[in-house]
């Protein structure tokens, strides 16, 4: 890693705890919101208020995605992904799942990724072919070889799913509850992908690859994750869909995910 781009994954997770800090001023178990989307949308431009202007004067030259439910490539140079809340649906009803994503897409590869979950105070880092990290503590996927003991999940990657995409997902749950000890379907995927980092779960797949999913997936890549399309093919940005799981557990459970489709 340069020197230029560790500088910037240090802004990175100063910000993203600074922006931590201002949800969680805005957190209590007891939220009910009266207007959903309102308190949605004020999440969102708080956290992007601060950390759009400090992630582009972290890098210069560097660009900024505006959808981070878009699919497909990256163009070419230094490019800001950014969650603001991951699980903001799960913030703003007073459940504890929810975090803030920042990934550095370069050239179209994920350079390094930040996850933080402020509630828990879980700094995840990582950065490519340099290893994962739980508050700076190295991290390692689990080391489980029975499928039939996994804990595994999914989740929606956006809301309006195609009914073919629905119909794959409720098939897939359904196929995947006969063969692992539990299927987890919950957002947000960065936290599952997290999970699965750490070595607390051992696989998660997806029908939609998007932008969000790129610093978690390469979390879990980088913590000794087997990342593959549902093809078996190495995972990328323009990937339709992956699993990422432990590796002792990955190719039984791409078969079963390739019987359910």
């Known amino acids: ?18 922006a931590g800090a201002l949800l969680l001023e805005r ?13 949605v949308r004020a999440n969102d431009d708080i956290v992007t208020a601060l950390l759009q202007p400090g992630l582009l004067a972290a890098l210069p ?21 950014v969650d603001p809340v ?24 994920p350079a390094f990724a930040v996850l933080y979950a402020p509630l828990f105070d879980e700094m995840y880092t990582a950065s490519d072919g340099g290893g994962a990290f739980l508050n700076d503590v190295p991290i390692t996927v689990s080391a489980k070889t029975d499928l039939a003991l996994a804990l595994t999940g999914t989740g929606q990657a956006r809301p309006g799913h195609s009914p073919e995409v629905t119909r794959r997902f ?15 379907s919950s957002v947000p995927v960065g936290h599952q992908l997290a999970q699965v980092a750490a070595g607390r779960m051992d696989a998660h797949w997806q029908f939609e690859n998007v932008r969000s999913h790129i610093g978690p997936v390469l979390l ?5 994750a087997t990342v593959t399309d549902l093809d078996g093919k190495p995972w990328e940005i323009t990937s339709s ?17 390739q019987g359910a489709l």
């Open 1 to 18: 890693m340069t020197s230029s781009t560790a500088a910037a994954l240090s802004a990175s997770t100063d910000l993203v705890r600074t």
């Open 27 to 39: 957190y209590s178990p007891g939220n009910r919101p009266r207007d959903l989307y309102a308190a």
């Open 61 to 81: 030259g560097s660009g900024w995605e505006e959808d981070e439910h878009a699919t497909g490539p990256i163009a070419g140079g230094d490019h800001w992904v």
């Open 86 to 109: 991951g699980g903001n649906m799960n913030h703003v009803h007073g459940m504890p799942d929810w975090n803030i994503g920042v990934s550095l897409v370069r050239d179209g590869r």
């Open 170 to 184: 409720g098939d897939s749950i359904a196929t995947m509850m006969q063969n692992v000890l539990y299927v987890r």
């Open 220 to 224: 879990a890549r980088e913590a000794g």
């Open 241 to 257: 869909g992956y699993l990422a799981a432990a590796p002792g557990v990955h190719a039984a459970a791409l078969t079963v995910l």
